[in-house]
């Protein structure tokens, strides 16, 4: 019975892959052209790169949900888990792979800074630069220099909700001047270099508590 | 200009967003007053909205000043109006019912308020949005903070129920989200006012494949038999209030954007009494059967109410076979969401009261009930006026929405129609007085009971008598229905 589901289930979704490629073979010239409207705009979106603009300017309140969606992911895993006792401190091994983390992990630092900051005419950007530090938190957890999370202290909560919540003040006072997340064209680039600031930091702590978070392995098998 | 800093279309959004941003800051399990209060402004700007489209304005706001189709509209029609209220309004007396229910440091009230917060803020925000992938975002939004709600706690059952829900979810917004790439692909544009005019009877094949797989994910969201799987563990195990706001808002939001599709820019690919429309109808037909067989059998009371869901999300789909044959504001649109409305208070009022049962007799089954009576008279008479509602008896809206539908189904000759909503209401009377049968048993000698807040009682009595008397209010619903040239 499962190995006829089985082969249903791969048969019809080998019939629907055959079917998006060969729709995608008579696909007409698409009627709107997006790109060059972004071309044409760009001057008045405060950035040079194009990414950028429609990131954080044409289609911010995508984005705006979407830093709502990476916090709902970390308050989703934090909800489903039972609270647990603070994991005792080990003592470093390995003489070689702190030492190396202590060298990288100011350079992912630098490097994150540089990201965000390159966003504006290139690509780059909050994102990328959260991703790089949250690389390093997991890194120094790895290698025993950061411990694993286990409360949620004020500052820490403050930390992964700010950006939300200076994106959201924002938006909130750009109503007031005209539409939600209408920028002014002569502060436009300052306020979005200001939102991405904020974002960097709470994205990037929001992506390394989804590890930090998590329960350690050893104490599991224990 | 001026009046756009206090634009409620704009606020429906942010308000929810920000006081449960603010929630999480203050602290575990904290902000329940907060909410409370955000979302009695909700209400105010939700009524102010439905003002506004009544006194013929068509409320838009472009995102950003930018307008579709570089920047994301956001629009208001009778429909949207209609859903916004009815979020807004049962979400209010849960958020007070949550605050009784979760006492002392429950691990199920630690993320509760962000996560309800959250919750309101996505389908406010799916609600309004013109804009294809904007409904992606909100769409995700929605199934998270939903799956959260679920998996709060940690119990095993509840881990299980919410990963089950999470990929259930997520295939739907998957599906949902292939279908919107397509579209772009085929027309360079996501935003509905600017793809209304482009698609037509003529439309390449990849346009008629992306609205089967965004109409197959939505359905999957919205739990239509036989997709229905997820469904009754993840609403029947969630805490009450949970439950509630899942079972009468959550699934109703896919549903919502399922209509908007299917009426709006979808509507030039579905003949009248097309195909993809009698199956949406036969499997509303099938759900209504197996989703009260189901309920008649279970020995749980909860997911006895959940199984009654998925009963009543059947009634959902039967109206699209009778849909596009007359003008739009025909008399099954109305009945449909008249449907939902009367469902979500009704269900709403079912969970909470099945909240205060569980609570008060510490047992989660049926045969446990015995003597509640006497006990809980006022919850067990909010349970069976939610009843009435669901079984389709005058004055209540479930009447009313019943009768539309029958309208609209003995109208254009649709006998088996005709027979699986007569048969849903006599079904429906099966589950329901199982329940109060158990309740109306001698008490056994040894019976130990809890005692339980009275307001969490009036909450559900609340719910259950607004659910009865809103029949008589039914015109008003479908004057805002219709307003603003309903889709």
């Keep these: ?222 | 200009m001026t009046s756009a800093a206090l634009d409620p279309l704009a606020w429906l959004i942010l308000l929810p967003m920000f006081w449960a941003t603010l929630a999480f800051v203050l602290g575990l399990g904290r902000g329940a007053w907060l909410a409370i209060i955000g979302i009695a402004l909700q209400l105010g700007l939700a009524l102010a909205l439905a003002g506004r489209l009544l006194a013929g304005g068509v409320p838009v706001h472009p995102v950003g000043g930018w307008g579709a189709p570089l920047g994301i509209d956001l629009a208001v029609d009778g429909l949207a109006a209609t859903m916004l209220l009815l979020t807004q309004a049962v979400a209010l007396p849960l958020a007070v019912y949550a605050r009784s229910y979760f006492t002392g440091d429950s691990s199920e009230r630690r993320f509760f308020w962000p996560l309800v917060g959250f919750l309101l803020a996505a389908m406010n925000a799916l609600f309004v949005s013109a804009d294809l992938f904007n409904l992606y975002v909100t769409l995700e939004l929605l199934g998270l903070a939903a799956v959260g709600l679920v998996a709060a706690g940690g119990k095993v059952g509840q881990t299980a129920a919410a990963l089950r829900y999470l990929l259930s979810t997520l295939v739907g917004s998957g599906a949902y989200l292939l279908g919107v790439a397509m579209i772009y692909g085929a027309y360079g544009s996501v935003s509905l006012s600017t793809l209304a005019p482009l698609v037509d009877r003529q439309a390449p094949a990849a346009v008629h494949l992306a609205a089967g797989l965004m109409l197959v994910g939505l359905t999957v969201k919205t739990a239509l038999f036989p997709f229905h799987f997820w469904l009754p563990p993840a609403h029947g195990g969630a805490p009450a209030p949970v439950s509630a706001l899942l079972s009468a808002l959550v699934v109703k939001a896919s549903y919502y954007l399922i209509l908007r599709l299917w009426l709006g820019i979808l509507a030039p690919l579905l003949a009248p009494g097309a195909a993809i429309a009698w199956l949406a109808g036969l499997l509303g037909c099938g759900a209504i059967l197996w989703g009260s067989f189901k309920a008649i059998g279970t020995p749980n009371l909860k997911m006895l109410v959940a199984y009654s869901t998925v009963a009543q999300i059947g009634y959902l789909f039967i109206v699209f076979p009778l849909l596009g044959r007359t003008s739009p504001g025909d008399a099954a649109l109305q009945g449909s969401v008249l449907h939902a409305v009367a469902h979500a208070l009704a269900k709403s009022a079912m969970f909470t009261a099945a909240g205060v049962l569980v609570k008060a007799t510490g047992q989660e089954t049926i045969d446990g009930l015995a003597g509640v009576a006497t006990r809980l008279p006022l919850t067990l008479f909010a349970f069976a006026l939610a009843g009435v509602t669901l079984m389709g008896l005058p004055p209540s809206a479930g009447f009313l929405a019943k009768w539309l539908l029958l309208g609209a189904a003995i109208g254009q000759g649709q006998w088996l129609l005709v027979a699986v909503i007569v048969a849903g209401g006599l079904l429906a009377a099966a589950y329901v007085f199982r329940v109060l049968r158990h309740a109306f048993l001698p008490a056994p000698v040894a019976v130990s009971s809890r005692p339980v807040p009275r307001m969490l009682e009036w909450v559900a009595f609340g719910l259950a008598a607004s659910s009865v008397l809103l029949g008589l209010r039914g015109m008003e619903i479908l004057r805002l229905l219709a307003a603003g040239g309903s889709s």
Excluded: C
């Excluded at chain 1, 999370?149 to 959201?168: E, K, N, P, Q, Y």
């Design chain 1, 1 to 222: 019975m499962k190995r006829i589901a089985g082969a249903a289930v791969m048969l019809s979704a080998g019939i629907l892959a055959m079917a998006l490629v060969v729709s995608m073979f008579e696909l007409p010239p698409p009627a709107v052209r997006l790109p060059q409207m972004v071309q044409e705009k760009l001057p008045q979106s405060g950035v040079e790169h194009p990414v950028t603009a429609v990131l954080l300017n044409f289609r911010g309140y995508d984005t705006l949900l979407e830093v709502a969606v990476l916090l709902l992911a970390l308050l989703g895993m934090l909800a489903g888990e039972r609270p647990r006792p603070a994991a005792p401190d080990r003592a470093p091994t390995d003489p070689v792979l702190p030492g190396l983390t202590r060298f990288l992990v100011p350079l992912m630092g630098l490097t994150a800074v540089y990201l965000l900051w390159a966003g504006a005419h290139r690509p780059g950007g909050a994102f990328q630069a959260a991703a790089v530090l949250a690389a390093a938190a997991v890194l120094l957890h790895l290698t025993d220099l950061l411990p694993a999370w286990t409360s949620l202290r004020l500052r820490l909560r403050t930390g992964l909700a700010g950006g939300l919540l200076v994106f959201i003040t924002v938006a909130a006072w750009l109503l007031g001047e005209g539409r939600l997340l209408q920028y002014p064209v002569a502060h436009a680039g300052s306020l979005i270099l200001f939102i991405e600031v904020a974002l960097t930091i709470s994205l990037g702590l929001i992506l390394a508590g989804l590890f930090l978070f998590l329960p350690d392995d050893d104490e599991r098998r224990r």
